[in-house]
T-cell receptor, first 117, second 110 residues
Framework: GAVVSQHPSWVICKSGTSVKIECRSL??????MFWYRQFPKQSLMLMAT?????????EQGVEKDKFLINHASLTLSTLTVTSAHPEDSSFYIC?????????????FGPGTRLLVL | QKEVEQNSGPLSVPEGAIASLNCTYS??????FFWYRQYSGKSPELIMF????GDKEDGRFTAQLNKASQYVSLLIRDSQPSDSATYLC??????????FGKGTMLLVSP
């Protein structure tokens, strides 16, 4: 199987605060972790890629100092949205990648809905 | 040219019919092909993957891959209203990041 948990499932915070989102692969070790966000009615947007123990690689336009990623182990990664603002309100989804016999497969966490007031 | 292309839909089919979802990709070196389903307000979930030419069946789902035509499809037999969702096609090469299409919305009417 491939079970991924993500917490919290939703969060409401005031502008200027920081929010930490935790992602765990519960029954496999993730070779790589991807973080996406999705605005309503839009496609998935890749934010960053991280490997365990290494610094994350951010996509163009994503501020690395604002979206802090920690890939502490092969089963745990966190995304911290620092000094959140209303425009950061979105659906954040982690996607750990599992190494299989012939290919690597990305699975998705259930997502975290962030609303910044 | 977009790397992975899908018709945005909506594709409307009656309950019990076969739904056919199509996807084309531009990178001939692509090796693995994935279909994900995303319900409104939820995260994507993996339906199946394919990496060899031909058909691969899993329950009511069949993925078809034609590397010469750079084409991959997903057939859903006996479509149910619960199949109504957006279907995302994704491809990758080696250990690269998945490249997603924008998805096709499927509507199955009772």
């Amino acid at each position: 199987g491939a079970v991924v948990s993500q917490h919290p499932s939703w969060v409401i915070c005031k502008s200027g605060t920081s929010v930490k989102i935790e992602c765990r692969s519960l029954d496999f070790q993730a070779t790589t972790m991807f973080w996406y966000r999705q605005f309503p009615k839009q496609s998935l947007m890749l934010m960053a890629t991280s490997n365990e123990g290494s610094k994350a690689t951010y996509e163009q336009g994503v501020e690395k100092d604002k979206f802090l990623i920690n890939h502490a182990s092969l089963t745990l990664s966190t995304l911290t949205v620092t000094s959140a603002h209303p425009e950061d309100s979105s659906f954040y989804i982690c996607s750990p990648r599992k190494r299989g016999e012939f290919q690597e497969t990305q699975y998705f966490g259930p997502g975290t809905r962030l609303l910044v007031l | 040219q977009k790397e992975v292309e899908q018709n945005s839909g909506p594709l409307s089919v009656p309950e019990g019919a076969i739904a056919s979802l199509n996807c084309t990709y531009s990178d001939r070196g692509s090796q693995s092909f994935f279909w994900y389903r995303q319900y409104s307000g939820k995260s994507p979930e993996l339906i199946m993957f394919i990496y060899s030419n031909g058909d691969k069946e899993d329950g009511r789902f069949t993925a078809q891959l034609n590397k010469a035509s750079q084409y991959v499809s997903l057939l859903i037999r006996d479509s149910q209203p619960s199949d109504s969702a957006t279907y995302l096609c994704a491809v990758n090469k080696g250990y690269s990041t998945l490249t997603f299409g924008k998805g096709t919305m499927l509507l199955v009417s009772p």
